[in-house]
């Protein structure tokens, strides 16, 4: 996910998805954008779908800070993302649930996921999930959290509510259950889905729950690349 900001110094991605998308997909999707240099990259979670590619991309595209949960990985892909991170010497941050920052003018990120003392020994659970407001706008990124990690955001958040949720896939549980979209209200649901046919991403209760409500629902597997463009009033 590329996070486009206003000008040229504030820009953010977060992961980088495997290897080979690192390399053929994200990096020249960037330098088509005349990216070269990039403000902060975030790894939400440390396996290898969304280490290896960033990995590439900080080989190839400059970058000032990277941050990432804290909560450790079983992945090697994690921890020979966060050496080439220290020989490059970035900032590296540990961010979790209460941080966040104004990173242009009306551009706010809040980071919702792990919490501070994280009981969770699956990566999925660790995930960074972050909100992204500008103006009247809310985008969720949930990463591959499920059904676990949304009960807890409803217990903790009074208000989550996004026109757009981005998400991706939790090993084991379903997402987007009736529960938090009820509270979420997404208008759009954008999930990242890996190119390769997986019949992780078969889903069909997924789409049958979106439908149901009117939500619009693009899969990149089916869609390509998708494009939110945010103004001060709406999307």
Same mark, same amino acid.
């Given at each position: ?13 977060? $992961? *980088?998805? *495997?290897?080979?998308? *690192? ?21 939400? #979670? ?5 280490? %290896? ?8 595209? *400059?970058?000032?800070? %990277? ?19 220290? +020989? ?63 009960? #807890? ?21 379903? &997402?987007?259950? $009736? ?18 046919? &997986?019949?992780?991403?078969? +889903?069909?209760?997924? #789409? ?10 693009? #899969? ?16």
């Amino acid at each position: 996910v590329f996070v486009n900001a206003p000008g040229e110094q504030h820009d953010w991605l977060l $992961d *980088g998805g *495997g290897d080979w998308s *690192g390399e053929r997909v994200v990096v020249p999707y960037l330098r088509g954008q005349g990216v070269d240099r990039l403000h902060t990259i975030v790894l939400t #979670r440390g396996d290898k779908a969304h280490a %290896a590619g960033l990995s590439a991309v900080v080989e190839k595209i *400059g970058t000032t800070r %990277a941050a990432h949960s804290g909560t450790g990985s079983r992945s090697k892909f994690f921890w020979n993302w966060l050496e080439l991170m220290r +020989q490059r010497h970035l900032q590296i941050a540990t961010i979790r649930e209460g941080d966040d920052w104004v990173v242009e003018r009306d551009l706010h990120l809040r980071v919702l996921n792990p919490p501070r003392e994280s009981p969770y020994t699956r990566s999925d659970d660790n995930a960074i999930v972050l909100l992204l407001e500008f103006g009247q706008t809310r985008l969720l990124l949930t990463s591959d959290i499920g059904a676990t990690v949304e009960r #807890r955001l409803l217990e903790n958040h009074t208000d989550v509510r996004a026109q757009v949720i981005i998400k991706g896939r939790h090993s084991e549980e379903t &997402s987007c259950t $009736d529960e938090f979209l009820d509270a979420t209200r997404p208008e759009a649901v954008v999930q990242c889905v890996s190119p390769l046919p &997986s019949d992780r991403y078969l +889903q069909p209760e997924l #789409r049958d729950r979106l439908r149901q409500r009117g939500v619009a629902y693009y #899969r990149t597997d089916e869609t390509g690349a998708v494009t939110v463009r945010l103004t001060r009033t709406g999307y």
